[in-house]
């Protein structure tokens, strides 16, 4: 065999597996803009959907005329709550157990609410027609400030819940009041404090941001009368979940739903939900009989789908006076918008935010959360981040530094002595995980050698000086971040989408040539499914990678998963693919020792064939097995040579990573310019380096922005300020700095592979890192916290403010 | 809507159609060319999604009408690659460099940094952040397009080095 007498090296080379910085499959697509997102879809008679949204934050509907936008040339439908009320749609169940309105016919709850949905014969009439439909309201006062939510002369927004005093999580205090969440030990929590020898307190708020993937949210719908069958392409990051929530809510039968999910251009938790475009592009597909394509605009994308963070989280560390934490008590308040559409598995309204504990050993800690309404746009969709888990990581990271400074401790050194030590994993948090694994020392202590980090701190004593002398305007920040996340949701245990278990699957199927089709439940947005489960599945079965085509997606073939977010694809899905994997290699190994004539415990797997135990010469490839599988079985056995997993983890993982921060900034400008970004993740085995160093980049890029200028804003009559790009940060490559990245690996020991997921850790490490780095810069001169985002005129507001203005 | 004809050239080929005079010229390429490479992101011009080439310059299509292009020489990533298939060098260093992601920039950004590579044969890293700015990226975080761009620029370089010999 000529495969067989190549070097081991060489074998492996070819199939380009684990490890390897396989070049992307998408790519050749992608570069010839021949890639399949929903907007390309063309269908014979498809028509085009609008919707008219209200101008007003909060308003009574006194009336709805839609008879000027009925009248337009070319508009086929106008659809409004009344009729949707007989198809009981005018009202939809969120993922976090809330009700939404799809079309508002009573009143309206934040501006862009959508009121009318029109249909025409092309996108230009319908964007006309609904400017057509005429809305008579009656304004009612705003609630706006998350803080007078609860009070006692708050207007009531929910009438339709505001005599219900038990939410879907507990007890409701206030009509405005959606949850109170509570986790960890209260009393020991509380006597902690009171014996604290030192102890810090402040109030750390993570403002309202948006995801905004460049490709808006879309969906083209179209309904068979004849055979009674839905098919939706859409931009769904969880396809499987869409078709069994559209059969629940529909009456339609799932298996007669077919909900494809094609290219996605960007998700970061935006597509996760379902919204009411998706809802009434069915429901215009059925009534008009022809297909209708619904494609938000960005102005719609930012003033109503899917918020992110909105969370303002008072953080209390009690400590020894040598800098050893004995105590964590957090409260949040939430601010959910107009409906409770938070993207969590159902049993966790605040998401995982009890990882706020971070890489700290705290012996007690207490959390509570309160969610809330107010009048502005639903969501609180975990952008790239798992879900709460960026905002817990803000939260214990701006904390530790906050006591750093306090104690006069160095920021890095406060860390270090707090840090859950190796021999610790796995170890029990005192807001109830199991930290699968981790090495935080290691981590830490490569990272402050690479950045150089106490001839940083030399550097920045000596500018400190120069500034006090008046000799320079310029400040230097050092920012520390150490974060652990929670990722890979979930054990079923715990975690669950409206009743469906978080597990995940991969379906595998080796032809006779050895060419591999497989199917996962997850789905792409960009992180490059196609070319890693590829490579895991060359690495566990031999074939090469370029002999694997992945397809997810849809819900006909694909096999059921819960879909893409909250870095649960390797976690799960890559899990389930090495499971469906090893299932496969055991049925090989079978038909190799038949082949081979001897008994299947005699033989071994090696690269890309069996060979006979001690006798090297003896050897079937995996191509030949693959082959021999539908032709040469052995007796008993089936023909074929394929396999299905769904994989439920028994725990989550949790990558780690620090990052460090160098940032000059202009005191008269406000200015702040990162200098040097150094990036070390450990997320286990790491499957195409190239890809987890492209969603370092990216996800580091997002944590710029939003620590350095993201805001979605709102004034006092509840308007969103700038909802377009012209206003909404988005660093262009001017702006973004260069990254460095670096890495240990602490294999997961729970997962086949050892991975742990990356994408969303530079999001979650990044922006912490970033404010901590302005901070840093400000400390010396006595400021405690500045809140984000650090744009230049917060920056300068921030300088004046301690006086630094001329 | 009355209809205007207009007569246009987009990847070498001519183009006759009629549009109404608000169609935007995204659209026209999208919808009526069925030339879906280009993308809209932003309606704003801000994204640059939506960049094609129009008579030797870079133009987000989404601002730009149909009725303009009349007469205009246009090119798409659909007409970049040589007529045998081959790819253009930007082409590959894209795929080869790891700039790109969800792909949905990518067909607006490589056409941009076309342009830029005729404007400025050999770009210094700063002056391909500076050329490519009015594009945006959510994925790669640009470090890696820009790679891309410059190992394009070196291949290109090479091969027409290589031609005059």
């Known amino acids: 065999m000529n495969e067989v007498s190549e070097t081991r090296a060489a074998r492996e080379e070819k199939l380009q597996g684990i490890g390897c910085r396989r070049k992307r499959i998408e790519d050749i697509r992608f570069t010839q803009g021949k890639g399949n997102y929903v907007d390309d879809l063309k269908l014979p008679g498809m028509l085009f959907g609008d919707f008219h949204r209200s101008p007003y934050a909060h308003a009574r509907i006194r009336r709805i005329d839609t008879t000027k936008a009925r009248a337009l040339a070319g508009v086929v439908a106008v659809l409004t709550a009344t009729d949707l009320k007989p198809l009981k749609l005018d009202w939809m169940p969120t993922l976090a157990g809330d009700v939404q309105a799809v079309l508002a016919g009573e009143k309206v709850l934040f501006q862009g609410q959508e009121i009318a949905f029109v249909v025409a014969t092309d996108r230009y009439i319908a964007a006309d027609a609904a400017d057509l439909v005429e809305v008579e309201y009656e304004e009612l006062p705003p609630l706006v400030d998350p803080f007078r939510s609860m009070a006692p002369d708050a207007p009531i927004l929910r009438e339709d819940i505001a005599d219900k005093t038990e939410g879907a999580h507990g007890k409701r205090r206030h009509p405005n009041h959606i949850f109170t969440w509570e986790v960890g030990d209260r009393e020991a929590t509380d006597q902690a404090f009171r014996v604290a020898e030192v102890s810090v307190k402040q109030l750390i708020s993570y ?181 709460r888990v960026t905002e817990a990581a803000y939260c214990i990271e701006r904390a530790m530094d906050i006591l750093a400074h306090k104690l006069g401790v160095d920021p890095a050194e406060i860390r270090v002595r707090n840090f859950i030590r190796r021999e610790q994993f796995p170890y029990h948090s005192a807001l109830g995980w199991e930290y699968d694994s981790g090495d935080y020392h290691t981590a830490m202590k490569k990272a402050l050698e690479a950045v150089g980090y106490q001839a940083l701190r030399t550097e920045q004593g000596a500018k400190q000086e120069k500034f006090r002398r008046g000799e320079t305007r310029e400040l230097m920040g050092i920012g520390v971040s150490f974060f652990t996340e929670i ?320 | 809507m009355a209809k205007t004809a207009i007569s246009l050239t987009v990847n070498g080929e001519k183009v006759e159609a009629l549009v109404e005079p608000r169609t935007l010229l995204i659209h026209f390429l999208r919808e009526q060319l069925s030339l879906t490479g280009a993308h809209i992101g932003c309606e704003t011009s801000h994204c640059g999604a939506c960049t094609v080439d129009m008579d030797g310059q870079s133009v987000k299509s989404c601002t730009v009408f149909a009725v303009q292009a009349d007469g205009a020489d246009l090119r798409t990533i659909e007409g970049l690659a040589a007529p045998d298939g081959t790819l253009h060098a930007l082409q590959n260093a894209f795929r080869e460099w790891h700039g790109l992601q969800c792909g949905f920039c990518t067909p607006g950004m490589i056409m941009r940094a076309w342009r830029l590579l005729q404007e400025n044969p050999h770009p210094s890293e700063a002056e391909i952040r500076f050329g490519i700015a009015g594009n945006l990226c959510r994925c790669t975080g640009y470090q890696n397009i820009v790679h891309a761009i410059s190992a394009a620029a070196a291949t290109i370089a090479g091969a027409s080095k290589e031609a005059a010999e």
């Not at chain 1, 074939?543 to 694809?569: K, W």
């Not at chain 1, 997320?683 to 990216?698: L, Y």
């Not at chain 1, 804003?713 to 509840?718: L, N, Q, R, T």
């Open chain 1, 207 to 387: 403002q309202r941001v948006h995801p905004s993937p460049l490709e808006t949210c879309q969906a083209v719908a179209s309904f068979d009368k004849i055979k009674g069958e839905l098919t939706v392409w859409g931009t769904f990051q969880a396809p499987h979940v869409v078709r069994t929530v559209g059969a629940i809510l529909s009456g339609i039968p799932e298996h007669k739903i077919h909900i494809i999910a094609p290219d996605i251009g960007g998700g970061f938790g935006n597509k996760v939900g379902v919204y009411p475009g998706y809802v009434c592009a069915i429901v215009a597909s059925i009534v008009t009989g022809k297909p209708v394509k619904w494609v938000e605009d960005r102005i719609e994308n930012l003033t109503a789908t899917a918020f992110a963070r909105d969370y303002h989280m008072t953080a209390e560390i009690a400590a020894t006076r040598e800098g050893k934490v004995t105590g964590l008590r957090v409260h949040v308040l939430a601010d959910h918008g107009a409906f409770d559409a938070c993207a969590d598995p159902s049993k966790w309204p605040a998401g995982f935010f009890n990882i706020v504990t971070g890489s700290y050993d705290f012996p007690v800690a207490h959390v509570t959360v309160d969610g809330v309404y107010t009048n502005k746009a639903p969501g609180g969709v975990a952008y790239r981040c798992s879900f």
């Open chain 1, 487 to 806: 990722v890979g949701a979930g054990p079923s245990k715990n975690c669950d989408i409206l009743g469906i278990a978080m597990f995940d699957s991969a379906e595998i199927r080796v032809h006779p040539t050895g060419a591999i089709i497989a199917r996962m439940g997850t789905k792409s947005q960009g992180q490059g499914h196609e070319t890693t489960y590829a490579q895991i599945i060359a690495s566990e079965l031999g074939i090469p990678a370029d002999n694997v085509m992945v397809e997810e997606g849809n819900t006909d073939t694909a096999p059921y998963g819960l879909g893409t977010y909250g870095s649960r694809s390797t976690p799960t899905a890559a899990a389930a693919t090495a499971a469906a994997c090893r299932k496969i290699r055991a049925k090989a190994q079978m038909i190799a020792a038949h082949l081979l004539e001897v008994h299947h415990d005699d033989v071994e797997f090696d690269i890309d064939s069996f060979r006979v135990k001690g006798m090297p010469e003896r050897v079937k490839t995996m191509k030949e097995v693959a082959w021999a599988a539908y032709n040469a079985v052995p007796p008993g056995l089936e023909p074929g040579l394929e396999a299905v997993s769904y994989y439920d983890p028994p725990n989550m993982t949790y990558p780690f990573g620090a990052y460090i921060c160098v940032m000059d900034i202009d005191v008269d400008t406000g200015v702040a310019k990162v200098r040097r970004f150094y990036a070390l993740d450990d997320c286990g085995t790491r499957i195409n380096p190239m890809i987890i160093e492209g969603q370092v980049h990216g996800g580091l890029t997002e944590a710029f922005a939003i620590a350095m200028g993201q805001e979605i804003a709102y004034d006092e009559m509840g308007n969103l300020k700038g909802p377009s790009f012209m206003d909404f940060f988005l660093p262009t490559a001017v702006e973004t700095p260069h990254w460095e990245t670096d890495h240990t690996v602490t294999p997961s020991p729970h997962h086949p592979i050892g991975a742990k997921g990356v994408g969303e850790s530079p999001n979650v490490g990044g922006v912490p890192a970033f404010s901590n780095a302005v901070n840093d810069a400000f400390a010396f001169l006595g400021a405690t916290h500045i809140q984000m985002p650090h744009d230049p005129w917060r920056v300068w507001k921030a300088a004046e403010a301690l006086g630094l203005q001329k």
